[in-house]
């Protein structure tokens, strides 16, 4: 069995989560602070909070403990990215194992720098693309980019991502993942804006090829791969 923890019962962690569950080899836990959530999920398999009218798994459960933490293989953190930090630096303390963990909020430390270079674990990875809550949970197939080491990428996929209709493309440049993300958010605003305003598919690809090609610029201003600009986490996640 795939030891799975979702750092996170909101909209897109609870989403997460049922998609893992349906591979049949992997547990999952969600870990939450909200001790309603936590109530909710394990009494009546729903997570009313954020979808009322959506049951969960029978196999999903939820707790508000570090301890589970303790005997984790994958923890997958779907938290604010300002408490990604501090939060991890207690999972630290509730495990001797070193477990994948992976990062899927999109923003940067307090101090400017990636968010998976202040995780204090040796096997980090990022996961990022155009994934909404809504479809996620519903079951669309959805795809992300996975920023990480090889072997850890291929274990995610061939191990975790069985019959859950995700899909991944892969970079070994994880702050490229990082960066495509904190710039994906402002571009989609720019080109959703201009989009409202001229309702012209001439000016919303003028404005579309511009953000790409200044993407890929900040790209090599960060010393990433440009080329990471041609996963799901760059263009395939600006629209």
Known sequence: ????????????????????????KNRVTLHTIEKDVE???????????????RFLSRYLTATSSFSVFKEADVIMLVIPSKAIVPFSEEIRKNTDKEPL???????????????????PFSRTASM??????IETINGFPTSFTFGGQRSDYEYFKKEVLTDTQFSLDYSSDVRAVE????????YAIAIGLVS????????????????????????????????????????????
């Open 1 to 24: 069995m795939n030891n799975i923890i979702i750092a996170g019962a909101g909209t897109f962690g609870t989403a997460v989560a049922e998609r893992l569950s349906w591979n049949a």
């Open 39 to 53: 109530k909710d999920i394990n009494e009546h398999h729903q997570n009313r909070k954020y979808f009322p009218t």
């Open 101 to 119: 963990i992976v990062n899927l909020a999109k923003g940067m430390s307090d101090d400017g720098a990636f968010i998976t270079e202040n995780i």
């Open 128 to 133: 990022k693309g155009p994934s909404f809550a």
């Open 179 to 186: 960066l495509m993300s904190i710039l994906k958010n402002m």
């Open 196 to 239: 409202g305003k001229f309702n012209s598919p001439n000016v919303d690809f003028l404005v579309y090829t511009k953000a790409v090609n200044e993407m890929r610029g900040f790209l090599r201003i960060f010393g990433c791969e440009s080329d990471t600009i041609f996963r799901y986490c760059g263009i395939g996640d600006l629209g």
